[in-house]
């Protein structure tokens, strides 16, 4: 089976823009959760979202949004971007929803800078 | 609000030494744990869950719910064993915490 991808892998943006990420999880795959990944703050967990519904949330502002596609495929919004939003945004994939009962499965990472 | 701590930024060990990577958590409930792996240049990856009691490339982790801790073990180390690794708690309804992480070196 194909691993999770993450598109673009590289993004440079300037303060102010939106962007938006793109994950395709493993085929069967329908849970799919984000998190965002930065020198001082380490690995923070931003949602998941399981057949198309945003289940758990983390701690971020309403700057980022995501949504999740009848195919399973997810997309992450950042809109007015700040300098703190510079970060390897991973996405992982799993058969089901939360974290405790199956396997995730981590693309490598789309690396946004905000200049 | 819920933490993950891990006192060690940088654990170094010979090879065939035993290897401890602490993990404490402060979270209201009863979280699910979890240990996450990330070797040099490849992805990060699911090491080991607390609710499997599973024992992974010879590491386990044992929870004291007394001491809210949740430390990686593994009784004889490799060099390929050399990488960050994340403790991390979950509760339904509460987010999901990662700890700074610990960078494992196995000197040969």
């Known amino acids: 089976k194909a691993g999770v991808t993450q598109t673009p892998r590289y993004l440079i943006k300037t303060r102010g823009q939106q962007v938006t990420l793109s994950c395709s999880p493993i085929?069967?795959?329908?849970?799919v959760s984000w998190y965002q990944q930065t020198p001082g703050q380490g690995l923070q967990f931003l949602f998941e979202?399981?057949?198309?519904?945003?289940?758990n949330k983390g701690n971020f502002p309403g700057r980022f949004s995501g949504r999740q596609f009848s195919n399973s495929r997810s997309e992450m919004n950042v809109s007015t971007l700040e300098l703190g939003d510079s970060a390897l945004y991973l996405c992982?994939?799993?058969?089901?929803?939360?974290?405790?009962?199956?396997?995730?499965?981590f693309g490598p990472g789309t690396r946004l800078t905000v200049l | 609000a819920q933490r993950v701590t891990q006192p060690e930024k940088l654990l170094s060990v010979f090879k065939g030494a035993p290897v401890e990577l602490k993990c404490n958590y402060s979270y209201s409930g009863s979280p699910e744990l979890f240990w996450y792996v990330q070797y040099s240049r490849q992805r990060l990856q699911l090491l080991l869950r607390?609710?499997s009691r599973e024992s992974i490339k010879g590491f386990t982790a044992d929870l004291n719910k007394g001491e809210t801790s949740f430390h990686l073990k593994k009784p004889f180390a490799q060099e390929e064993d050399s990488a960050m690794y994340y403790c991390?708690?979950?509760?339904?309804?509460?987010?999901?915490?990662f700890g700074p992480g610990t960078r494992l070196s196995v000197l040969p």
């Open positions: 979202y399981f057949s198309e519904t945003q289940r």
């Open positions: 992982a994939s799993s058969t089901a929803q939360g974290f405790s009962t199956d396997t995730q499965y």
């Open positions: 085929s069967g795959h329908r849970s």
């Open positions: 991390a708690a979950y509760n339904y309804g509460q987010n999901f915490v």
């Open positions: 607390h609710i």
